[in-house]
Each structure stands twice: as C-alpha cells, then as structure tokens.
C-alpha cells in the first residue's frame, strides 16, 4: 500500500484520510482514544480559557463601573465644594459691607465726640472767666466795704469833734 496519508504509529500509507481512520481504528484502538482523550482535553482547556476571559471580562465591566461612581461622586463632591465656596464669598462680602458700615458709623461718633469735647473745653474756658469776673468783684465789694467804714470812722470821729 502507498498514499499521502501515512499512519503515525507504523508508518502504513493509506490513499485517504478516511481509510488512515480505519486503520488506525482496526489496527491501534489505543492511539485513537488517546487521540479523543486529547482532543478532549484541549475542549476543556478552551472552555476554561473561554471562561476566564468571560470572568476577566466582568471584572473589568464591574472595575468601570466602580469608577464611573467614583467619578459621579467627585463630580457631586466638586459641585458641593463650588456652592459652598459661592457661600462662603457672599457671607465674605456680607461682613466687608457691616465693616464698612461700623467703620462709618465709628467715625461719625469720634466726630461727636470731638465736637463734645470741643464744646466742654470751650464751657470750662467760659467757667473760668465767670470765676475771675466774680472774684474781681468780690474785690471791688471789699475795697467799697473799707472805703465805707473808712468814712464811717471819718463821721464818727466829726460827731465827736462837734
Ligand atoms: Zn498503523
């Protein structure tokens, strides 16, 4: 027998494949079920590697998703932050406006207050002038007061002389 189709375990030449399987079912039963345990197993092995990649697969879908949440979160996080510092100026601006309005209110009383003190200054001043008025006159009263009794003394003393 020769043909394109040799017989691996003896090496016979079969013109077709399908006469090569005979063979090989007839003559080595052995080889031919070592042949399906294989192919078989090679089954298993790209079941199992078509189920890692189905597991690595939903991994990464579940990974995506899992940022895609964190994502949201910082987004909500970032908007949060914006609002609040929106807040936070307008209260800033708030209390430079009450400031500027104590700020004015502070300077109009310093105003009063020098203008207070200004006029207390001035009623002390007229205080002090009353009082040198009174004491010139006090001075005045006590030089009359001697004239008179100078006079009285003068009259007495004619009284006796008359
Ligand atoms: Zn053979």
């Known amino acids: 027998m020769s043909g394109n189709h040799t017989c691996r375990?003896?090496?016979?030449?079969f013109d077709s494949e399908k006469?090569?399987?005979i063979h090989e079912s007839k003559k080595h039963p052995s080889k031919q079920a070592q042949d399906l345990q294989n192919l078989?197993?090679?089954f298993d092995e790209e079941a199992s590697k078509v189920?890692?990649?189905k597991q690595r697969k939903k991994d990464l879908e579940e990974k995506l998703e899992e940022e895609r949440?964190?994502?949201e979160q910082l987004t909500d996080t970032v908007e949060n932050?914006?609002?609040?510092?929106?807040?936070l100026e307008n209260t800033v601006e708030m209390k430079d406006g009450k400031?500027?309005?104590?700020?004015d209110q502070l300077e109009t009383e310093r105003d009063a207050e020098d203008q207070l003190e200004k006029e207390v200054e001035q009623k002390e001043q007229r205080v002090e002038e009353l009082r040198e008025e009174r004491d010139s006159l006090e001075n005045s009263l006590a030089d009359t007061e001697n004239l008179i009794n100078k006079f009285e003394?003068?009259?007495d003393e004619m009284d006796k002389n008359l």
Do not use: G, M
């Not at 375990?9 to 030449?13: F, R």
């Not at 932050?81 to 807040?87: R, S, W």
């Not at 400031?99 to 700020?103: P, T």
């Open 51 to 53: 189920e890692e990649l």
């Open 9 to 13: 375990v003896c090496e016979s030449s």
């Open 40 to 42: 078989l197993q090679k």
């Open 19 to 21: 006469a090569l399987h």
């Open 81 to 87: 932050l914006k609002t609040q510092k929106i807040e």
């Open 99 to 103: 400031i500027a309005d104590l700020e």
């Open 153 to 155: 003394t003068q009259i």
């Open 69 to 71: 949440n964190q994502t």
